[in-house]
Structures are given as structure tokens and as C-alpha cells.
């Protein structure tokens, strides 16, 4: 490993490395893996957020509240708490889009780095880490889940809880971006299967994906792991969307 290290950091000296984003050659070798511009339109979901879905909340005060959304208290969703690291702004979103769909892993540095400056006290006893599927057929198409590669940068001190084949979709579904929340719903209902139901009974479990959209995805998945008897559901996901335009990402540049 520290051999590793040693060569990364003689790389880092003889080819100064580039920004995870749009690769432009960074001006010292250190911490920072995004430049200004690509850093300038990350940032981080700032509190106070729901306690159930993590949406930010505006209008209360940080300090002392442990706020829950009108949504989740109509409608509590069948996971216990979700949360997610960056917001899916602009430039969120077309990070996710070149790994995604472009398969460009070159991203994986700047993530790792946003990555690492979230606490993640909440999910330290999870038992297991599973993550939302691909249908097969998209599967064998891309070559990777991009969330099993987000799983494994939020786990990568604990690889052996990641269960990435424990959830699988029964159908292959249509695009979610394509549809309304009703149609979302529709689309998903049925989708999904968990198999290893004997380990994940009792289990704390968290579920991983790229984006919290509207969460019917995850609601959806999460339904079928709680059937399966499992303890609790908590859910991670690198972005979410539709939150207010404030704020700005802490320790990058
Ligand atoms: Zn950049
Ligand atoms: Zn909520």
C-alpha cells in the first residue's frame, strides 16, 4: 500500500494531476482534486435537514431542532433516515452523467475527496450495504452499477458488507427522468427483489444510490428490503435534488 502511495506521490511531482472534473492540470500537488470552477458549483447539504429524508429545511434554526418535513410526516417513507452529500446542481449532475454514462472513472479522485469530508457517524453499524440494481441487460450494457462504485467509496473501510447482487430488479424498467411522480411509482411497483432474504432479516441495512430524486426509487427499494424483515433501512446517496440554491462546498480549494 505505502508503495502505492510512494508512486502516486512521485506521479504527482513528475505530472502534477488533474482536475477530477474537467482536467484541467492542477497548479500544486495537494488535497484539492477539483479546480476552482468545477469546486465553485459543488456543494454540500447544509442543516438543518429533515431527520427522516434529509431534505433541507429553511426557516428553522440549526441549534436544538430535529425537524421532519410536511412530506414524511403525511406520508412517512418506509426507511428510517435518508441523507445525501452534495446537492444535484448543475455541476453535480454532469459528474454523476460522465460516470454514469460516459464510464469516465476519472472522476472517482474529486469523489472520493468530497466523499471523505462527510461524517458518516449514522451509517458506522449498518450490517449490510446494498445498493439500488440495474436490470441485468443495462448492466452487461455499462459494465458497472454506478451505485456499487459509490458504495465502495463510502464503505472502503468495511468492502466485505457491500452485498451489490442482494437487490436486483425483476424488469427492466423505463428511465425514471421520464416520468412523473405517479408514473414513477407505477413503473417501480413489483420492480425489485431481495435475495439472501435469511441475512438481511433482522439486518440494519443501508441502501446506496447515485441520486435522491423524488426518492421513489429508494422508497420502492426499501419497501421490498423491510419485507424481507430487515431491522431498519438507512439511506446514502451522493446527491439530492430539489434543494434551495445556497451555501458553498467546505474544504475544496
Ligand atoms: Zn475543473
Ligand atoms: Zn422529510
Redesign the pocket.
Known amino acids: 500500500m505505502w508503495l502505492t502511495r510512494f508512486a502516486g506521490s512521485c506521479m504527482d511531482i513528475i505530472l502534477p494531476p488533474g482536475c477530477s472534473g474537467c482536467g484541467v492540470r492542477l497548479p500544486v500537488s495537494g488535497p484539492a482534486r477539483f479546480c476552482k470552477r468545477c469546486a465553485s458549483g459543488i456543494h454540500y447539504l447544509t442543516p438543518p435537514?429533515?431527520?427522516?429524508?434529509?431534505?433541507e429545511?429553511s426557516g428553522v434554526s440549526g441549534a436544538g431542532h430535529d425537524p421532519?418535513?410536511?412530506?414524511?410526516?403525511r406520508n412517512p417513507?418506509p426507511y428510517t433516515m435518508?441523507r445525501s452529500v452534495v446537492r444535484y446542481e448543475p455541476q453535480v449532475k454532469w459528474l454523476v452523467h460522465k460516470l454514469k454514462y460516459g464510464g469516465e472513472f476519472s472522476i472517482i479522485p474529486g469523489l472520493v475527496a468530497v466523499i471523505g469530508d462527510y461524517d458518516l457517524a449514522e451509517y458506522a453499524f449498518v450490517d449490510y450495504v446494498l445498493v439500488v440494481p440495474l436490470h441485468i441487460r443495462r448492466l452487461r450494457h455499462r459494465g458497472f452499477n454506478q451505485a456499487a462504485v459509490l458504495a465502495r467509496l463510502f464503505f472502503a473501510e468495511r468492502p466485505s458488507i457491500i452485498k451489490a447482487d442482494w437487490l436486483f430488479r425483476t424488469r427492466n424498467t423505463v428511465p425514471q427522468t421520464e416520468l412523473d411522480r405517479n408514473a414513477r411509482r407505477r413503473n417501480l411497483q413489483g420492480a425489485f427483489q431481495v435475495k439472501a432474504t435469511a441475512d438481511v432479516a433482522g439486518s440494519r441495512i443501508c441502501l446506496v444510490d447515485d441520486v435522491f430524486t423524488t426518492g421513489t426509487t429508494v422508497t420502492e427499494c426499501s419497501k421490498v428490503i423491510m419485507a424481507s424483515g430487515a431491522a431498519e433501512v438507512r439511506v446514502l446517496t451522493l446527491a439530492r435534488a430539489g434543494v434551495p440554491h445556497s451555501g458553498r462546498l467546505r474544504g475544496m480549494q
Open positions: 435537514v429533515c431527520r427522516v429524508c434529509g431534505i429545511i421532519l418535513c410536511g412530506e414524511c410526516l417513507p435518508a
